[in-house]
């Protein structure tokens, strides 16, 4: 519970433009979930780990927020499948990291909101996943995305 309230002033530190006091929190909630998962699973990593990426991103601390986006993958797909809906923000988040972080894996980029548009296209077909708005705002951002990642990729092969 008290992760949990960590997490909560992070987000409405972030709501404020205070991106720095956010991070503080949710290492906090990220640090408290780390020793709660010893008795209740790694899963509970995968929320915590995901906003902490989110942020140090934001901040342009590609490189922490890729080890964390990437450690919550691994749990996430080890937990839920490889392309569960809930996946789908965590996908793209990643994605757009890797693209705007300069100097990344293209492809990797590309396969990460790929993956996150095939699962939400599925996901609609199927009528299930995420409340409508938010999926479609994910889906749209990993379209944009996933065109600048493709359009630099045809630039590395000219």
């Known amino acids: 519970m008290v992760a949990h309230l960590y997490t909560e002033m992070g987000m409405m530190e972030l709501q404020d433009n205070k991106t720095t006091v956010a991070l503080q929190h949710l290492q906090t909630s990220l640090k408290l979930s780390t020793e709660l998962s010893t008795l209740f699973g790694e899963h509970i990593l995968v929320t915590p780990l995901t906003l902490t990426a989110n942020v140090l991103s934001t901040l342009g601390r590609y490189e922490e927020a890729f080890r964390m986006y990437k450690k919550a993958l691994r749990l996430s797909e080890a937990h839920l499948g490889k392309n569960h809906s809930s996946s789908v923000a965590l996908l793209v988040n990643f994605g757009i990291a890797l693209v705007e972080g300069g100097d990344r894996d293209e492809e990797q980029a590309a396969n990460a909101l790929q993956n996150a548009i095939d699962i939400a296209e599925r996901e609609d077909a199927r009528g299930v996943g995420q409340s409508q708005l938010k999926q479609q705002v994910a889906y749209e951002r990993a379209v944009e ?10 630039e590395l092969e000219l």
């Open 145 to 154: 995305y996933l065109q600048i990642a493709q359009r630099r990729m045809n």
